[in-house]
């Protein structure tokens, strides 16, 4: 933050220095301006006092006298126009200054309106403004649906924000203020499955009728697709999982990140299900007992990892009961999306957990896929799962996908 205000400043100095390089000049010159004006009328009257005793000794006649003067007075009108354009020049120092004030002004009035002032901020200082700023559209969007309850678009509106915001049970209760409407829109119906899944960390019988549900109505829908895919993996049906992403496939941009996450969980999905892959996948399968072998070893010994958490003494007066945990595996290189995430309450603590595929949130980002991964705990004083001022944390060394063992000790709290 500190370099980028030195980098603007320092712009905003060179900026001034060109373009009051011309007053530099002027004020340099205006040193003697006060005494241009009678220099120049001495001047003048003693080449006007020579002339005259020319034609007195009888070597400038009438004529030429009178030529002379003429040409004189013309030259002394020009010397006097010159002189005043020097002094009105010098007169130019106030716009010069004026120019030095308000430029920095201006400047920092357009960023202030234009840019992006916060975007300087330490990360976690914009993470709590953009939390604060969700949080305030929130409460304007509930006091408007006080307001005026019949609103179906605003209701969904608010339990896709409480579930952004991973406040689960107020989003449940949103979905259901939407009505009947709800059960006539697949993406809905697919919305509400992935928090009903999201809050619990898997799928139960409430979120699996409303996935196929969803896919009666609108057999393509891509959240459907996904979610469909992810609840049939997760339940040991990976043909059936191979066949939903299949479908989801080419409606994906080809090539992009999320195209090659779904390709990857296929592949994963035909390998554990001993079916041969579609298409273009089929020349580079492995024979399926191998590929089935290999996976299952691998599944056996690397998409897990387990331990305890632990408070620490220091920090047990700062935790409510009620408080909710929220227990992470990360990839320590790769994105923040976790691998895998279990829920539980400050209560529970000291706790023995396990993480696996089975928790995973997104499909191909999950333990077995880490090359190495860090285990972080948070309770949350807000019930988010986002990281929050006052919230107690902890995690663990980086270790591998297989690990067991693991102690966590809760000791910091977020500022």
């Known amino acids: 933050m500190t370099y980028?205000?030195?980098?603007?400043?320092?712009?905003?100095?060179?900026?001034?220095?060109?373009?009051?390089?011309?007053?530099?000049?002027?004020?340099?010159?205006?040193?003697?301006?006060?005494?241009?004006?009678?220099?120049?009328?001495?001047?003048?009257?003693?080449?006007?006092?020579?002339?005259?005793?020319?034609?007195?000794?009888?070597?400038?006649?009438?004529?030429?006298?009178?030529?002379?003067?003429?040409?004189?007075?013309?030259?002394?009108?020009?010397?006097?126009?010159a002189t005043e354009r020097v002094l009105a020049a010098g007169s130019g120092r106030g716009s010069a200054i004026a120019i030095a004030i308000l430029l920095p002004l201006i400047a920092v009035a357009m960023y202030a309106l234009l840019g992006s002032p916060a975007a300087v901020l330490p990360a976690q200082e914009q993470a709590h403004r953009a939390n604060a700023d969700m949080d305030q559209l929130v409460v304007k969007l509930e006091k408007k649906l006080e307001q005026n309850p019949d609103n179906p678009e605003g209701w969904a509106m608010l339990a896709r924000s409480y579930k952004s915001m991973g406040r689960w049970d107020d989003a449940e209760r949103a979905f259901v203020r939407i009505g009947p409407d709800i059960n006539r829109s697949a993406e809905l119906l697919a919305e509400y499955a992935e928090m009903l899944a999201q809050r619990s960390n898997g799928f139960d019988d409430r979120s699996r009728k409303m996935i196929q549900q969803a896919l009666a109505l609108e057999p393509n829908n891509m959240l459907a697709l996904f979610m469909g895919g992810t609840e049939a993996f997760a339940g040991g049906r990976h043909g059936e999982a191979a066949a939903l992403w299949e479908r989801l496939l080419p409606q994906l941009e080809p090539g992009g990140e999320d195209a090659r996450m779904i390709e990857s969980r296929i592949a994963e999905a035909r390998q554990f299900s001993g079916a041969a892959p579609s298409g273009a996948r089929a020349a580079q399968k492995v024979p399926a007992a191998d590929a089935v072998k290999a996976t299952t070893g691998a599944a056996a010994t690397a998409t897990a990892v387990s331990g305890r958490v632990e408070l620490s003494a220091a920090l047990k007066a700062k935790a409510n009961p009620d408080d909710v945990v929220f227990i992470f595996a990360r990839a320590v290189d790769g994105p923040r999306v976790p691998l895998a995430a279990l829920r539980a309450r400050a209560a529970d603590l000291p706790m023995n957990f396990t993480l696996d595929d089975s928790q995973a949130v997104m499909p191909g980002a999950n333990i077995s896929s880490a090359q190495q991964l860090r285990v972080e705990v948070r309770i949350s004083k807000s019930g988010k799962a986002q990281a929050g001022t006052g919230d107690l944390t902890g995690k663990s060394d980086a270790v591998k996908p297989g690990a067991k063992g693991l102690r966590i000790m809760i000791d910091q709290v977020d500022p």
């Not at 320092?10 to 040193?31: N, Q, S």
């Not at 003048?44 to 007195?56: F, M």
């Open 4 to 81: 980028f205000y030195l980098a603007a400043a320092t712009l905003v100095v060179v900026a001034l220095a060109l373009l009051l390089r011309p007053w530099w000049r002027t004020g340099r010159g205006l040193a003697g301006a006060d005494v241009l004006p009678a220099l120049n009328a001495a001047i003048h009257r003693d080449r006007l006092g020579e002339l005259e005793r020319d034609h007195s000794n009888g070597t400038l006649s009438d004529a030429d006298l009178s030529e002379a003067r003429e040409e004189l007075q013309r030259q002394l009108l020009d010397d006097t126009a």
